[in-house]
């Protein structure tokens, strides 16, 4: 088994390239966390950072194929209006263009969708990850790596805190 590590970073994640728009930006002061090595992050990401050393700088692209995929055309479907009514009243304030819904499908399994559209009948909702056929370039630093403890690597995300969650 590789080594797991929990690396804190800054970084600046653009859409397509280094000029591309700004989607996240985290700063030295409130650095994320991640465990890397793990495999619960983009598979190029982690190859990316695993190894760097403290106060180390990156950057590089990864290629939309090899982050979220394509955009998916049969992960935007139309959706009967009447699955939104809450206590017999259809929930108006959840079907605004834009907003993203957690929503689960018929097996149970959680999904996150954006409203597209609102129609008489039906709901256009887009199923897509958000970042889905997207190029990512990651701008940031290593603030600090340390190994990962045996709980962490066992609940699969990093400890803090004084509670270790």
């Known amino acids: 088994m590789s080594e797991?590590?929990?690396?804190?970073?800054?970084?600046?994640?653009?859409?397509?390239?280094?000029?591309?728009?700004?989607?996240?930006?985290?700063?030295?002061?409130?650095?994320?966390?991640?465990?890397?090595?793990?495999?619960?992050?983009?598979?190029?990401?982690?190859?990316?950072?695993?190894?760097?050393?403290?106060?180390?700088?990156?950057?590089?692209?990864?290629?939309?194929?090899?982050?979220?995929?394509?955009?998916n055309e049969k992960a935007v479907v139309d959706l009967p209006k009447d699955i939104f009514m809450v206590d017999g009243q259809l929930a108006e304030d959840l079907l605004e263009v834009g907003k993203v819904l957690n929503m689960q499908d018929q097996e149970g399994n959680p999904h996150r969708g954006q409203v597209m559209e609102v129609g008489e009948e039906s709901v256009k909702m887009d199923f897509n990850h958000p970042l889905a056929g997207m190029d990512l370039h990651f701008k940031g630093k290593v603030l600090d790596s340390r190994e990962a403890t045996p709980e962490e690597i066992s609940h699969g995300h990093v400890h803090t805190g004084k509670d270790g969650h």
Do not use: C, M
């Open 4 to 71: 797991i590590k929990v690396v804190s970073l800054s970084y600046e994640l653009r859409k397509g390239g280094p000029e591309g728009e700004i989607v996240e930006s985290v700063e030295s002061d409130k650095p994320v966390q991640f465990l890397v090595g793990a495999g619960r992050l983009i598979p190029r990401f982690e190859d990316n950072v695993k190894g760097l050393a403290n106060d180390e700088a990156f950057e590089f692209t990864v290629k939309s194929d090899e982050a979220y995929g394509p955009v």
